[in-house]
């Protein structure tokens, strides 16, 4: 089975933290992806990935930075944490036919 | 911009009966095109997907989606709701056309399923 981990389920964190969400695929998946998702706003695409070193905004890039260091792992960066964005964060990998999401990290900034 | 619009926030159902989740999207040409579903505390998993061919696609525990072009429109349905159903659904579409997966996601519609 493909495997998209991240790597915390529930993380609290104060405003102004520089904070990481990692995430990592196991099936040698060349796309990535990190969502946010808000009761009420679906998920909505804050930056994606189709190659190592390689990244591109989404709809809301703002207040967001990512890393591809290796193809297996993709990092969500919060550079200074702030309440608003407080949410669940979804990752994704994705083969030729399907999207696979990891279980999410739900984010609390305090 | 293009977007997913998923009409019904909240819909409720009795087991057994019928159920159609709406989805329509925002796009002239012929997108590729999701359903998910998330249980209450789980990732999303997906149900069907429409590429190209047969506009009505079978996908997984039962669901069939169908796609008129005519109406921009990709709704989801399944003959008799169980239970263990009730989640929250999400339709959403990958606008390049290319399978670049980028997706687009509607705002979700939540189901309920009374015993």
């Known amino acids: 089975d493909v495997k998209v981990t991240q790597s915390s389920r529930y993380l609290v964190k104060r405003t102004g933290e520089k904070v990481f969400l990692e995430c990592v695929q196991d099936m040698d998946h060349e796309n990535m992806f990190w969502y946010r998702q808000d009761p009420g706003l679906g998920l909505r695409l804050i930056y994606f990935s189709y190659d190592v070193k390689m990244k591109e905004k989404g709809d809301i890039p703002e207040g967001y930075s990512v890393s591809r260091e290796k193809k297996e792992r993709f990092s969500l960066i919060l550079e200074s944490a702030s309440t608003n964005q407080t949410s669940m964060y979804l990752c994704?990998?994705?083969?030729?036919?399907?999207?696979?999401f990891g279980q999410g990290t739900r984010l609390t900034v305090v | 911009a293009q977007s997913v619009t998923q009409p019904d926030i909240h819909i409720t159902v009795s087991e057994g009966a019928s159920l159609e989740l709406r989805c329509n999207y925002s796009?002239?040409?012929?997108?590729?095109l999701f359903w998910y579903v998330q249980s209450p505390g789980q990732g999303l998993q997906l149900l069907l997907k429409y590429f190209s061919g047969d506009t009505l696609v079978q996908g997984i525990k039962g669901f069939e989606a169908e796609f008129k072009r005519s109406q921009s429109s990709f709704n989801l349905r399944k003959p008799s709701v169980h239970w263990s159903d009730a989640a929250e659904y999400f339709c959403?579409?990958?606008?390049?056309?290319?399978?670049?997966?980028?997706?687009?996601f509607g705002k979700g519609t939540k189901l309920s399923v009374i015993p």
């Open positions: 796009y002239g040409a012929t997108p590729y």
């Open positions: 959403a579409v990958d606008f390049s056309g290319a399978g670049s997966y980028q997706l687009t």
């Open positions: 994704a990998s994705t083969s030729n036919t399907e999207a696979f």
